[in-house]
């Protein structure tokens, strides 16, 4: 069995070199050897790999820790290989053991000093013959991979709340594992709970499980650690069809379901597209307001924002983008945060083609729009020329830093460009070849473009040129081969915008009685960062925008009025940033009113709403405020 793979990993090494590789240094994988290409990692993954992970936990709610044990079966592809490194942050190791002959044996083992980041290298020495070791652990009340919510941090107040987020680099500090994305396991895990509690993870689960405290999962597909997932709190279910459905606190279950009806939809457009979903159930979680995405491309459960549940399917983007990564990221994956493009951009793109596909050209084309703004603003404000390309540099400080505009739709539109040059019915078979010919695998952005160059590129040599492709994956900035975005329904928006900013009309004569979320997005995003305080006011008499519901636009509204030091949103900003922890917007908030002089207000603010938030963005915060 272990022979076969590798033998099948082999054959795809030399497939890859014979067509002609690449002078870049950080190939994943020439003529048979792993090449260790990620250096977020302290996994010895070139040498020795886990194959598969065993988990088994109690979730402690009052000392806020996961405590039991990981089994870890693993492969050699050195042979004389003597030890297994694998990632360990805030992790307390009891003991590890070793399988020999069917008995378990203390294992000799070391764990490197704590670097803030990283984490330890946690070295365990595995005996000749030996597959297995056992580690018993408990993780810190501390880690960032996980949020411990009180129960009055939840909707229904009775009963605490336990969520993860693994990507890029806390599944470390879930569990003892190779935190990379170059290395995939299968899991299965077993969670005690209180009984009164649901417990969820990204793998197979039945959804109609008796409530009773001990839950069994099982992921039988290959998946890299920072697709690990836990949820556990008093979540119920509600299907939407036969493998698909929702879990939320009650509170917003049924209204989620009816905001998601239209998720099979999304699966069949996405399969139409780019071959069949291979993961068994989908599922959505709606979790508590805390958490710090939007969503969370968790495999067979999406993790999601409530703020996404508008009640009009206005933001139900992410739910496409989240599904998309079934084939793009989660089917396929970047073998390291160095080419999150793989991952985010491939999974924008087709994201908007299935919102194309079910919406029509018009919502495409808003999305579209939209998105191009948001990334003219990105590149504007990289830190450095390097942060614009696609592939990210070798100095990368933080693999979070890898997760930009630049990515998502920098990373979309050029395979946006790659569309209009070759045409859909040569461009769509490729990419669905593309994800078939890569499942379960993780690749380089280097692999992918040998892949292009060996199936486009030699079939129509004149449509792209190497300069081109070299300037969207190594170059600065947005290439001028992009494709123009054209929305009339914004061109509409923009004339109507002017006619009121010059005085023409006034705000309540605006026609936007039509007007879709994106349309005031639009309309919002694009007024001038030193409009007066009446005509504020004025938009805000004729519209009643502090304190809209919808949680996109109320973000639009209040970045403008913090722009323009219109100070009668304050009081529902506050609430705003009291209540949502969703990255996206909270980030910015902060940044923009420490910019424009309200460092004191934003500081009282946080003050109250810190504990709240996730660890993961009280950490993003403290830098922005400076803590
Ligand atoms: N995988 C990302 C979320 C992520 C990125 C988590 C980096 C940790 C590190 C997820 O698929 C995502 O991209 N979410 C977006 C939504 C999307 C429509 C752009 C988000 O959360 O806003
Ligand atoms: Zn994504």
């Known amino acids: 069995m272990h022979h076969l793979k590798v033998i099948a990993a082999s054959l795809m090494v030399i497939g890859l070199a014979a067509c002609g590789s690449q002078s870049e240094t950080d190939t994943h994988s020439q003529l048979g050897k792993v090449i260790k290409n990620d250096k977020f990692t302290y996994a010895n993954y070139d040498k020795v790999q886990m194959t598969h992970l065993d988990l088994d936990l109690d979730v402690n709610f009052d000392r806020k820790v996961l405590d039991g044990t990981a089994r870890i079966e693993f492969e050699k592809l050195d042979p004389s290989a003597e030890e297994l490194v694998l990632d360990a942050k805030d992790l307390s190791i009891e003991s590890v053991k070793f399988l020999s002959a069917g008995n378990w044996a203390d294992a000799e083992y070391s764990l490197s000093d ?13 005996p000749a013959g030996s597959q297995q070791i056992l580690i018993d652990y408990e993780t810190s ?17 009775r009963h605490p709340y336990l969520f993860s987020q693994a990507q890029a680099i806390n599944a470390r500090t879930m569990a003892p594992v190779q935190d990379t994305p170059a290395v995939r396991i299968t899991y299965e895990a077993t969670l005690r709970t209180p009984p009164e509690l649901l417990a969820l993870m990204s793998a197979d689960q039945d959804p109609y499980t008796p409530r009773d405290g001990e839950y069994s999962f099982e992921m039988p597909q290959p998946i890299p650690a920072y697709l690990l997932a836990i949820a556990v709190g008093d979540i119920e279910f509600k299907a939407i069809n036969d493998h698909i459905g929702v879990y939320a606190e009650k509170y917003i279950l049924d209204a989620s379901a009816e905001e998601f009806s239209e998720t099979p939809m ?3 457009a996405n399969a139409a597209l780019y071959g069949p979903y291979r993961w068994g159930r989908y599922d959505l979680i709606v979790l508590p307001p805390s958490f710090p995405f939007g969503g969370m491309e968790n495999p067979r459960l999406s993790f999601l924002t409530p703020t996404l549940v508008a009640g009009d399917k206005s933001l139900t983007n992410v739910v496409a983008h989240e599904l998309a990564h ?10 390291s945060w160095r080419d999150s493009w793989l991952n985010e951009g491939f999974t924008s793109y087709v994201e908007n083609r299935v919102m194309e596909a079910l919406y029509g050209e018009g919502r495409a084309n808003m999305e579209q729009a939209l998105d191009m703004e948001s990334l003219k603003a990105g590149i504007a404000s990289a830190k450095s020329a390097e942060l614009t390309h696609l592939k990210m540099p070798e100095n990368l400080a933080h693999p979070d830093d890898a997760f930009t ?3 998502y739709i920098k990373g979309a539109n050029f395979l946006f460009f790659l569309e209009d040059r070759y045409g859909r019915d040569q461009f769509d078979p490729f990419l669905k070849q593309y994800f078939d010919t890569y499942a379960f695998k993780s690749v380089t952005t280097e692999d992918f473009l040998d892949y292009l160059q060996k199936h486009l590129g030699a079939k129509y040599p004149d449509k792209v040129s190497q300069k081109e492709i070299d300037a969207w994956v190594y170059g600065p900035g947005l290439p001028d081969t992009a494709r123009q975005v054209k929305s009339s329904a914004f061109d509409n928006v923009s004339q109507l915008q002017a006619k009121w900013l010059s005085g023409e009309i006034k705000a309540k004569d605006i026609p936007t009685g039509n007007w879709s979320t994106h349309e005031w997005l639009h309309f919002l995003k694009t007024l001038p960062d030193n409009l007066s305080k009446p005509k504020m006011a004025e938009l805000d008499k004729a519209f009643r925008l502090t ?4 949680a996109e636009t ?12 219109y100070r009668a949103v304050m009081p529902q900003l506050r609430k705003f940033l009291m209540e949502v922890g969703r990255g996206k917007f909270i980030y910015r908030l902060y940044a923009a009113l420490k910019d424009n002089g ?4 934003a500081k009282n603010v946080y003050s109250q709403a810190r504990n709240g938030y996730h660890p993961i963005a009280q950490r993003r915060i403290d830098a922005i405020l400076e803590k």
């Open 114 to 126: 704590d670097d803030d980041l990283m984490g330890q290298a946690l070295v365990v020495k595995i």
């Open 141 to 157: 009340p501390e880690a960032e991979g996980l949020q411990w919510l009180s129960p009055a941090q939840t909707a229904g107040k």
């Open 266 to 268: 999304m699966e069949d």
């Open 326 to 335: 079934s084939w793009s990221g989660n089917l396929v994956t970047n073998s």
């Open 405 to 407: 505009q630049v990515a």
């Open 547 to 550: 304190g809209t519901k919808n």
């Open 554 to 565: 109320a973000f639009a509204w209040y970045m403008q009025a913090i722009k323009t030091d």
């Open 598 to 601: 309200k460092e004191t207000w």
